[in-house]
Each structure stands twice: as C-alpha cells, then as structure tokens.
C-alpha cells in the first residue's frame, strides 16, 4: 500500500495480471477484500493452453505505459495462457468504460475475453495489467510476420520517470 501511494508505476504480464486483478489493485488502485462481482480472469473459451501472436490495439494513453503509444495502430503481441479470459459483469464494466479503464483489446480474441479486453489500467494509471507477453516481443523478433510492430510500454514507463525527473530539475533550479 506505500508503494501505490507514491509516484511509481506497477506492471502485471499474464498471470502477473491475474494477481493484480485478484488482489483489487486493478481495477480499482487499492488492495481490497476479492468480491464475487468484482473482475477476474477465467480459463480460456477454448478449454485450452493459447499460445499465439494476437493483434492488439490501444484504448486509453491515460497511464504512462501506454503514453507513447498510437491508438491508430495495430500492435502484434505473443500470449501464452490458460486463464486469460478477461470477465466482469455489466456494472464492473460500466465502471471501467465510464473511468477510462480499459487500457487494451484483442482484434482477435484468443481467450472469450468480455468486450475483447486484453489489459486495463487503475484509476490513477499507474497500474497497468496485461494478458500479451510485451516483455517477449521486440523489433528482431517475428520479422516473418507481415505488420508487426512493437508496443514498447517500457520504454514509455522509462521516459516517463526522466521526464519527470526533468521537471523536478527544471523546478528545482
């Protein structure tokens, strides 16, 4: 809980997302008690292990994983996954579309994820979750795949601390 209250971000890849769902850290910031409604992730539609590239596309920039980020473009991420559909119910969802939440989607939903939902984000941004192995993915890698693209959401965490630190020493001076 100290560490959410400050300034610093939070990353959950894959089941590292189902352990931020779970704790309530996503989709609401804060630790909490699980509740029956609240979002979880379940085991695929497909009743087995995905593992495949999958076209993804970015919802919101409003956290500083996503800010270099272009919406208009489609993003080609690894998944590997047995629990990676995404499921919460019409308020739960009614809340994350009303705050801005829903931070990721499939174009090709390999898992029954509601609303095609691959990642979210907390209310403050801070906190991202993601099903696609962004961490398994660069510019070298799947060069026989027409379009692919890096969604570097670690280079945008990165610049998001020097530009901050940037501006401590601007207003510092």
């Known amino acids: 809980e100290r560490f959410t209250a400050t300034d610093r971000l939070i990353l ?3 089941n590292g997302f189902q352990g ?12 909490r008690e699980r509740q029956e409604d609240h979002p979880t992730l379940a085991a695929n539609d497909c009743a087995h292990h ?3 590239l999958v076209r ?16 208009s473009l489609t993003y080609t991420l690894p ?11 019409e308020s739960q969802l ?12 499939y174009l090709d939903n390999p898992n029954g994820s509601t609303l095609d939902i691959e990642g979210i984000v907390s209310p403050d941004g801070n906190i991202l979750g993601k099903m696609a192995h962004n961490e398994r993915s660069s510019d070298s890698l799947f060069i026989n795949v027409p379009g692919i693209r890096s969604q570097d959401i670690f280079a945008s965490g990165i610049r ?4 901050k630190g940037e501006e401590h ?4 001076l």
């Open 12 to 14: 959950g890849i894959c």
């Open 79 to 89: 998944v590997s996954h047995g629990e990676g559909k995404f499921v919460a119910d």
């Open 50 to 52: 995905a593992a495949t």
């Open 20 to 31: 931020l769902v779970k704790s309530g850290l996503l989709p609401f910031g804060t630790i």
């Open 169 to 172: 020493h601007e207003t510092a």
């Open 94 to 105: 009614a809340y994350l579309i009303a705050h801005d939440l829903i931070a990721t989607t």
């Open 56 to 71: 993804t596309r970015i919802r919101s920039t409003r956290s500083p994983w996503l800010q270099d980020l272009d919406h």
């Open 160 to 163: 998001y601390f020097t530009h």
